[in-house]
Structures are given as C-alpha cells and as structure tokens.
C-alpha cells in the first residue's frame, strides 16, 4: 500500500500535508534543517553521517508534542512502539516486542540512560531536562552491549554546563493537569559545575470509576528530579557524579469491564463500576551515576561508566471489570531490584580508521511477587464451575437420573431423555451459595451418589459434612462471605551479564566506508520459584491452590523450586557506506542480534525447560541526506529481519488451569518494510515532511491455549501494519516576539486480530480493531529577549477514540473481559521564564 492512497484515505492528513521536522527550532523566525548530533556510534557525529537507521527526538519536540515518557513519542518514531504502564512497559521496534510481566527474562529492546543500562521496569522515567532520545533500528550489539537485539533507545539528559541557565515553567490543562518543573545550572568554579531540577506532574483520570471509594483510571502522580555535578579536572580529564530520583503513585491500569455484569459494555461511556480493593502503579526509584573520561592524546581516549540503580514496585490491578464480589479477582506484581552496570571504552580515531572498544559488566538481583486475590464468593464460583464441568460426576448424574426414569443410559429412549434433562439442570447451577442452585446440585447429587433428599445447606466449616461428600474441600459456606482468598508465587534472581565488543571504521576511499564489529555476550540466571499456598490454610489445612493451579507444577508448600543457566552468543555487524556527497550517503548492513533465554515467572514448568534465546539476522539498505541546497532531508530504510525464538506473552488457560495466566511462548517471525523520514522547507517560515512505516510480517507460534482454553496450532500470520505522522510547523513573522503552529497528524493501521490470543468475539465490542487517528496542536509565542514563553496546546482534538484488545484472567471462568481506551480529547495552556 503507498503512501498516497494512505494520505488519499484521509482527507483531515491530506489537508495538512506532510509532517514537520519533529527537531525543529520551534522560536526562530525563520526555520531551518539544524545538524542533529547523536553518539550512536559512541563518540559524537552528525545523524546523516551515521551508517545506522537512527531517528531522534529533542527537547523541543518533546515540548510540542508535551511528550512525558518514551510512549509519548513513540507516535513520531517510525517503527517504534512503547506501552504505557509505568511498571511493565514495553518497548517495540520493528514489531519486536518483549514480555512485560516475567522477571525472569530479559527486554529485546535496550535502553540505556547517561551511558547506563536501564532494565524494563525503569525504562517509563519522565523525560525531565532531557537533551534528546535517539532510537536505533535493527541489531546493536557491537556498540550497546545488552540484549540489544531488536534495537537501542539512548537516552541523554542535560549535562552540567559552564554557563549559568536556569527556567520555571507551569502547565495547566483539563483532567485536572498540573505540571511545574524548574532547572538551575550553575558554575561554581571556572571548572566546576552544578545542575539540578524538579517536576512535579499530576492530573486526574478520564475513566470515571463510579464505586464508592474507587480512583478513576489515567491519574497519575509523578515527582521525579536530577542532580548532577561535572568536574574538568585538568585539560584532558573530567568526571560526572549524578544521581537522579522518580516517584510514581498512579491509578491502576485501565480495565473498563465489557461483559454482561459490568457497569457498561460501551467503553467509550468512560465509566466503569471497578471494586479492586487499594488498586495503585506505584514506583520508588533512585540511581547514582560516576563517569570518568580521559584524553590521552589526539588519537585515543576512554570513558568509564559506573552506576547503581535500585527500584521497588507495585501494581495492584483490576482483573474482572465488574463491581460483582462473586466475580472478584486482582492481581498484584511486587518488583524490588537493583543494578550495578560498569562499562569501560576506549575509541581511537586516526586518518582513516575510526575505533571503539570496549567491555561491560552488570549485575542485577531482583524479587517478584505475583499475589491474587480473590474472594470466597468469586472462589465458590470457580469451583462450583470446575464441579459442574467434572466429566466423573456428569456420568453419574446422567446415570442416576436415566435408572430413576426406568431406563438406562444410551437407550436411545427415556433414559436419554431423562440424562439430558438432568445435565441441563446441572448446567443452570451457577453458585452454591445460590439456596435454589444449592437446592437443584445437591437434588441431581443425592441420586447419583444414592443418598436419600437433598444435602443440607451448609453455612460454616463445622458443618461441612454435606461438602465433603462431594469429595472436595474447597467450598466454603456463606459464612465466609467477606473473606479474601490470596494466593502468591514469590521468584528471585541474580543476573549477571558481561561482554566484549570492538566496532571499526575504515574509510577505504574518500567516498567509501568499511565498518565491522563483533561483540561476545554471557549471561548467567539464578531463579527460585516459591509458592506457600493459599492462606486459606490456616482455616482447613491441606487446601489446594485454585488459581495457580497444580497443571502448572507448582509443588505448593514443597519449598523453593530453583534453576540456573547460562546463555552465550557471538554476534556482529558488517556494513558497506558509500558517500555520494557531503551531505548524502547511503548504506547497506548485515547485523545479528541476541537475547538471553530465561525462566517463566508464572510458570515453574521453565525451570526445567528454560525459554529459549532470540536469535536475530538483519538486512538493511538505507539512504540519507540533505538535498536540494539543504532545504530537503531524507532518511529511508529497508530492512529484511528474521528472529528465530522470539518470546511472546499471551492469556493462556491450559488444562487443569481455573483461569487464564500470562504464559511466555516461543515462535519464528520474518519482517521486512520501509521506514521513511523526509523533511522539507518550501518556505523560510515553513517546514512540511513526514514519518511512515510500511511493514509485513508473518509469525508461527509454538502451539499454546487460549484465554478460553483452546488449544491454538499452526498460527501462521502474514500482515501490514502502516503507520504515518504528519507535522507542520509555521513561524511567521509578527511584530513582537517570535511565534510558531504546531500541529501534527498521526495514523496508526490496526492489526490486533493479528495477533496470539485474540478471539473474534472481540470485534463485537465498539472501539476494538479501529485504526490510531489523532490531530495535535500547539500554538506558542516567546519573547523578544526570550525570558517569556506562553504557549496553548491540544491532543486528540477531534477526539477519536479506540480500544485496545480486551483480555483479563477470568475472560473464560467468569465472562468478564476488559478493555482499555485511548486517551480523550485534552487541551491547556503552558508558561515558562527563562532567567
């Protein structure tokens, strides 16, 4: 599909054209095609010089766009996805996209802050005195060490500087937004520098929660701050010593019920009935930073890197959509941890061969609690369902009930007959704390069992004579109404990864480029699996576990399960450049890519069989450049990939399971598409161009159930996902100050029947399979002497609505699926000083 019947299926896109640059000068009077600078090759070069597909997004852009946290700007990256929770993000490039929930396994995507590694968990910090963010496409092993095999987002904070700065800034908007930040950069001596800054951010949800006591989902709470010091301590030598902090207290992810028994099947009514008791995403995080670099003469020179970040969080989570106490069920991942990530590199740059080499190490130990919750009503009515289905006690009653009517089961007559007519009636059972369920189970139970009437309704554990003789333990009386069931798995880890990479770069003649590297990666994993059993123990010992159940092998109250392994790969890179001008080039590159294996945090069955490593191949041919007098900028790549043993999280309910769990899975998929990028100024004042992504891809999964519990096989898909953004920015000239519009357009293809575990009911639900389409603006005006900047903004502003892919752990047991909604129409106005 082209780019022109995409733009010709919209007319509001057509209307707008093509997308500005994303690191436009937003407050000049005449805009122009700046150099963008980025160290993706670990040493500091313009983008358009890079052999890599490299895009990058600037502190201005995250102003026009009020860009909080890398999902915020996934919409202006091509090929670049990111989730929005703030404790299981995750991050996709080129379809690549890992598991969010398991500790045990690793992210495909890498993420490095101020020269560190940052594992998933931390990777949603707000962008808070940011200088840019640049996103590498495809294989990095050779440059950013660890697991960077679907690709690298590079994060760059603002560095002490020699001159003082300093700024205050408010914004305010609906939802009840309030964000104030400040900076100070001081000197405190010709040679030693201060930076530091604070934000705070708040705004209320747009998903109103009608139960009593209930946060409305999309509220956020964020205070997050830097502090950092740079010291030149002779002419060749300097040193950094940072330590930035984040502080997240949330509304729980959105779970807007869209099952019969919930307050709405519409999710766009933006109300929802949800009972989860204390439900927050919360994030206590801290780091420290040193960085030592030296000069030791033209040609050489090194960087050590050593950092040590901690973090605990918490996400209790919404799991039914409904207000139904005998529908309850939450989840709750605890997640302590921390890291120590050390890295030397040393680079060389001589006449024709440009080098960096280097080794890294990082250690990192972590806690996983994963803890249910149910009640005693939600848990009679699992087992009631579990009782109902058991295939031994339908044989009974259909028998029972045939030799009461004076035939016999498979007569083809009356027995038949009356067999249907009782397991009809023992379908209708819905919960046995029902007096007229109760009173049709025990009828159909007594005959079948030959006991004589109907059991006796039972109320407490002292008369649970009645429930034994159904041969389980596991209901309770009403009695026990208002009791929470809990049941817990509890992993640790140490992970320990370290690595030696050498790139290169040789200029083979004045227009060609040779460059290669290889990289050796180890990575070791100690797991423990603990699950101490429901605390439904200590009122009738022995009793088993109903939502981690035992097909799962948890060995419940058998002590810790553990495993260790280690995983090793060699992989590199080989790419040929060839410069057709100053500013134009192109490339073509073969890189490989690795990410460890690692253990299934919800599933022990890992322990034996650990998940297996992804294994990525890449072909990419690119070209970039400034063209036309430097008033036209293009970036296109093709890229072929394929990755053997990509792991994949999906609902799963396999038999002998209650409900539906997240289960890693492993599968082969091939993508191969365009990523463009073109900017251009037709006028001073006016700059148009655009980001899209065209690409195919087709994945086989290793056969896995369902959130139905259907056995899936042979998934063998082939898609287009499209996607554009269209930017326009326009300064023109005004009498006093200096004033630029901002809007942008953004179109996202839908794929989501696409993909493992979606069910076709899905489509029924209003909102679900619709396209991504949201107009931005922004209006801003800076003064003369550019102390003022006030600026108005909207997002979504034709309000366009869609709905994620609903899911939930009882969808099956309980019919309770939930979805989550786009983000509404928002709108506000900002002020800044610059001192």
Excluded: C
Excluded at 111 to 122: G, H, I, K, R, T
Excluded at 535 to 564: C, H, K, L
Excluded at 584 to 607: E, I, Q, R, V, W
Excluded at 806 to 833: H, K
Aim: glycine share 8%.
């Amino acid at each position: 599909m082209n780019n022109a019947k995409l733009i010709g299926r919209h007319p509001l896109a057509l209307a707008i054209a093509v997308a500005g640059s994303l690191s436009a000068q937003a407050f000049a009077e005449e805009l122009a095609l700046e150099e963008v600078t980025v160290t993706a090759q670990k040493r500091e070069q313009n983008a358009l010089e890079v052999p890599v597909t490299v895009d990058t997004f600037s502190s201005t852009d995250m102003e026009n766009t009020n860009a909080l946290k890398l999902s915020d700007m996934a919409d202006y990256i091509p090929g670049f996805e990111a989730g929005s929770s703030v404790t299981q993000s995750a991050l996709s490039i080129r379809g690549i996209e890992s598991p969010s929930i398991s500790a045990g396994g690793d992210p495909s995507v890498a993420v490095f802050y101020d020269d560190a590694y940052v594992p998933s968990p931390a990777t949603s910090m707000s962008f808070t005195d940011m200088q840019r963010v640049e996103v590498l496409k495809g294989p990095q092993g050779t440059l950013f060490g660890r697991n960077a095999a679907a690709g690298t987002v590079n994060m760059v904070p603002n560095r002490a500087q020699a001159d003082f700065d300093a700024f205050l800034s408010a914004r305010l908007g609906n939802f009840g937004l309030q964000q104030l930040e400040g900076m100070l950069n001081t000197p405190l001596s010709d040679s030693f520098f201060v930076r530091g800054n604070l934000m705070s951010y708040q705004r209320d949800g747009y998903v109103e929660n009608v139960y009593p006591g209930g946060v409305d989902s999309g509220s956020e709470d964020i205070l997050t701050g830097r502090l950092s010091a740079w010291w030149d301590i002779t002419d060749n030598t300097s040193a950094q010593l940072s330590y930035d902090w984040d502080e997240v207290d949330s509304a729980p992810r959105q779970a807007i019920g869209v099952s019969p028994y919930s307050y709405s099947i519409d999710p766009f009514e933006r109300k929802v009935e949800n009972d989860v008791m204390e439900g927050e995403e919360t994030r206590s995080m801290s780091t420290v930073n040193a960085k030592l670099m030296h000069s030791f003469n033209d040609r050489w020179s090194m960087k050590w890197v050593s950092s040590y970040r901690q973090w605990e969080t918490s996400n209790r989570e919404e799991e039914d959509g409904t207000a139904e106490i005998s529908r309850y069920l939450d989840t709750n991942n605890i997640f302590d941890s921390d890291i120590g990530y050390h890295e030397l590199q040393v680079n060389f740059s001589g006449d024709k061969v440009t080098a960096v080499m280097g080794a890294n190490y990082s250690r990192e130990n972590i806690y996983q609690s994963t803890d249910v919750t149910a009640t005693a009503s939600s848990v009679t009515r699992l087992v009631t369902t579990d009782i109902v289905n058991n295939p031994e006690l339908r044989a009974q009653i259909a028998g029972g009930a045939a030799l009461s009517a004076g035939g016999f089961p498979g007569d083809g007559g009356i027995g038949d007959m009356a067999a249907g007519q009782a397991l009809a009636a023992l379908d209708s059972v819905d919960h046995l704390w029902e007096a007229d369920d109760w009173a049709t189970f025990t009828t159909l139970v007594a005959p079948a069992m030959g006991l004589t009437g109907p059991l006796p309704q039972v109320d407490d554990y002292y008369d649970a004579i009645a429930y034994n003789v159904l041969g389980t333990g596991m209901l309770f009386g009403p009695s026990f109404a208002g009791r929470n069931w809990v049941e817990r798995v509890e992993n640790e880890g140490d992970f320990t990864n370290w690595g030696v990479y050498f790139d290169m770069d040789y200029a083979l003649t004045d227009s060609i480029n040779i460059l290669a590297g290889l990289r050796y990666s180890t990575d070791e994993k100690s797991f423990s699996w603990l699950t101490p059993g429901t605390n439904y123990r200590d009122i009738r010992p022995g009793m088993e576990e109903v939502i981690f159940s035992t097909a799962d092998d948890y060995n419940v109250g058998q002590g810790v399960r553990e495993a260790r392994e280690e995983w090793s790969a060699t992989t590199g890179r080989l790419v040929g450049q060839y410069h057709f001008s100053e500013t134009a080039m192109a490339f073509l590159s073969y890189s490989t890519g690795y990410k460890s294996g690692g253990f299934d945090s919800l599933n022990l069955l890992t322990a034996d069989t650990p998940i297996e490593p992804e294994e990525v191949d890449n072909i990419e041919l690119g070209v970039k450049g400034d063209l036309v007098e430097n008033l036209l900028r293009v970036q296109v790549s093709y890229f072929d990939m394929t990755v053997d043993n990509r792991q994949r999280s999906v609902e799963s309910k396999p038999p002998g399971s209650a409900n539906a769990l997240p289960r890693v899975i492993n599968g082969d998929q091939q993508f191969n598409g365009f990523e463009v990028t073109v900017d251009w100024l037709p006028l001073d004042t006016l700059r148009l161009g655009m980001v899209t992504t065209v690409r195919d891809e087709e994945s086989e999964w290793d056969p896995f159930y369902d959130a139905e519990g259907e056995l899936q096989q042979d998934r063998d898909k082939s898609s287009v996902n499209t996607a554009y953004t269209l930017v326009v920015d326009w300064a023109p000239a005004i009498p006093v100050g200096a004033l630029n519009v901002h809007l942008d357009y953004i179109y996202a293809e839908n794929t989501d029947e696409l993909e493992p575990g979606y069910l076709e009911s899905f489509s029924e639900i209003d909102g679900v399979g619709e396209d991504d389409k949201r107009l931005n603006g922004r209006i801003s005006w800076m003064s003369g002497n550019g102390s003022y900047e006030l600026a108005f903004w909207g997002r979504n502003l034709l309000d366009n609505g869609r709905a994620d892919i609903p899911s939930g752990r009882t969808l099956d047991v309980f019919g309770t699926p939930y979805t989550s909604i786009s983000e509404p129409r928002s709108y506000g106005a900002e002020l800044r000083y610059n001192f």
